[in-house]
T-cell receptor, first 118, second 111 residues
Framework: EAGVTQSPTHLIKTRGQQATLRCSPI?????VYWYQQALGLGLQFLLW???????NRGNFPPRFSGRQFPNYSSELNVNALELEDSALYLC?????????????????FGEGSRLTVL | QKEVEQNSGPLSVPEGAIASLNCTYS??????FFWYRQYSGKSPELIMS????GDKEDGRFTAQLNKASQYVSLLIRDSQPSDSATYLC???????????FGTGTLLAVQP
């Protein structure tokens, strides 16, 4: 069974450009989470989608946005890139919130997309 | 105060010893607690989850939860060099409605 897949693996952009990162969840998972992992800062929560709806977002500026498609795949967009956006962006999937219940938080991570902003 | 706090380490233990990793959290109504392991250059993987006060054992791993003290710990018995990794504590907050990770504790098991 395929795990969480993310693309691209690496992305190099310059300041001011836009980046689009994509994620396909594990089959049967309808919840998708996005995290930013910058060097030395740990995993910072970005966005949580559950069955097509945005459930929550972290303390990031509006230029970080995303969406979840009907097939539950997801896209993270970062506009007006800044140097400090350079990081590993991790996508994770889990069962739908209503199915996960108390198990909400049991995430399966993809290998990440490394974004470098020059 | 950080939402989830961990000592960054490194925590160095000899092979065969017990490694003890600790985590505190600030959201009193947090519901679910997790330990993830992240090897260098890899993505995190779930190793333990715990939802009620007390201990939960799975092989060499034991998770401990004390909601009154807002404290979660992970014990690794008979530590192996392959256990060397960063261990991330994660808490799903009832008030925040999101899964928050600590910055992780780097564990180094010396052969």
């Amino acid at each position: 069974e395929a795990g969480v897949t993310q693309s691209p693996t690496h992305l190099i952009k310059t300041r001011g450009q836009q980046a689009t990162l994509r994620c396909s969840p594990i089959s049967g998972h309808t919840s998708v989470y996005w995290y930013q992992q910058a060097l030395g800062l740990g995993l910072q929560f970005l966005l949580w989608y559950d069955e097509g709806e945005e459930r929550n977002r972290g303390n990031f500026p509006p230029r970080f946005s995303g969406r979840q498609f009907p097939n539950y795949s997801s896209e993270l967009n970062v506009n007006a890139l800044e140097l400090e956006d350079s990081a590993l962006y991790l996508c994770a999937s889990s069962l739908a919130l209503q199915l996960a219940g108390a198990n909400t938080g049991e995430l399966f991570f993809g290998e990440g997309s490394r974004l470098t902003v020059l | 105060q950080k939402e989830v706090e961990q000592n960054s380490g490194p925590l160095s233990v000899p092979e065969g010893a017990i490694a003890s990793l600790n985590c505190t959290y600030s959201d009193r109504v947090s519901q679910s607690f997790f330990w993830y392991r992240q090897y260098s250059g890899k993505s995190p993987e779930l190793i333990m989850s715990i939802y009620s006060n007390g201990d939960k054992e799975d092989g060499r791993f034991t998770a401990q939860l004390n909601k009154a003290s807002q404290y979660v710990s992970l014990l690794i018995r008979d530590s192996q060099p392959s256990d060397s990794a960063t261990y991330l504590c994660a808490v799903f907050g009832g008030a925040t409605n999101k899964l928050i990770f600590g910055t992780g504790t780097l564990l180094a098991v010396q052969p």
